[in-house]
């Protein structure tokens, strides 16, 4: 997909997506960059992959910072952000994209760490750079935002937990980030076609992605989730703070 925003509509900005290596990330920076920003790559350990993406961003005449950061260590969040300053000065849009706990071998508080303390902790440290009009975008799936009323599969469970978890932290900053004049925005998703979730879960799980897709009737890919959580961060803040993509008959809402 190309043209999700119109041409320069982003022109002088400066974007960071974290985990922007692959998938919903990459493609999330990709359409801020077609759009005119300078964008900020973050990604944990794929830098091949990264400096890959940042050299086809840099053929649009965009400026693309690279930066590896472990988002569960505050001290190597802080160098990220230090590194964005001494780049750009600033930061317009900041995702939150970066999520997981279905990795294997990790210990058991993980998914929290990285679901809700990790989250809170990027978007405070990143609050000196957001000036009046920035945006934040958290990325979460309707499993996770509904899971209080709507039970979701096992092994997704602890995942929806931590990042149901981490919504609620970020939204009790909603009220000093307005102040400050910085729009923030969830978006919700379905299980997305293609990523390492849906991948994971399907292992686990064999047939819940198909399962999901006939209920749903349709389930988005990763460029066209991409594409809805670039337009979160330009189109004016929900009047709930919550962007819900694809089906949500399936879940009761609070």
Do not use: C, W
């Not at 009009?133 to 996770?144: D, L, M, Y």
């Amino acid at each position: 997909m190309t043209d999700v925003l119109p041409a320069g509509s982003l022109d002088g900005k400066v974007a960071l997506v974290t985990g922007s290596s692959r998938g919903i990330g990459a493609d999330t920076v990709r359409y801020f960059a077609q759009a005119g920003a300078d964008v900020v790559i973050n990604y944990r350990n794929k830098a091949p992959r990264a400096e890959k993406l940042a050299t086809e961003l840099r053929a649009l005449g965009r400026r693309a910072l690279v930066v590896a950061a472990d988002l569960t260590d505050p001290a190597s969040v802080g160098e990220m952000f230090a590194k964005v300053e001494s780049e750009f000065g600033r930061l317009d849009i900041l995702v939150l994209n970066a999520s997981g706990g279905m990795e294997s071998g990790m210990a058991e508080d993980y998914a929290l760490k990285l679901n809700r303390d990790a989250q809170v902790d990027v978007l405070e440290q990143a609050r000196p750079l957001l000036g009046e009009g920035a945006r934040v975008v958290f990325v979460t799936s309707h499993q996770a935002h509904f899971i209080r009323t709507t039970p979701t599969m096992p092994e997704y469970e602890p995942v929806a937990k931590s990042k149901r978890a981490g919504e609620d932290a970020l939204r009790e900053l909603i009220p000093g980030l307005a102040e400050a004049g910085v729009g923030f925005t969830v978006v919700s998703g379905d299980m997305i076609e293609g990523t390492i979730t849906a991948t994971l879960l399907e292992r686990m799980n064999p047939g819940a992605i198909s399962e999901r897709r006939e209920s749903a009737g349709k389930l988005y890919n990763v460029s066209e989730f991409a594409a809805e959580v670039a337009q979160a961060a330009v189109d004016p803040v929900p009047a709930d703070n919550t962007r819900l993509v694809g089906d949500t008959s399936g879940f009761v809402a609070e």
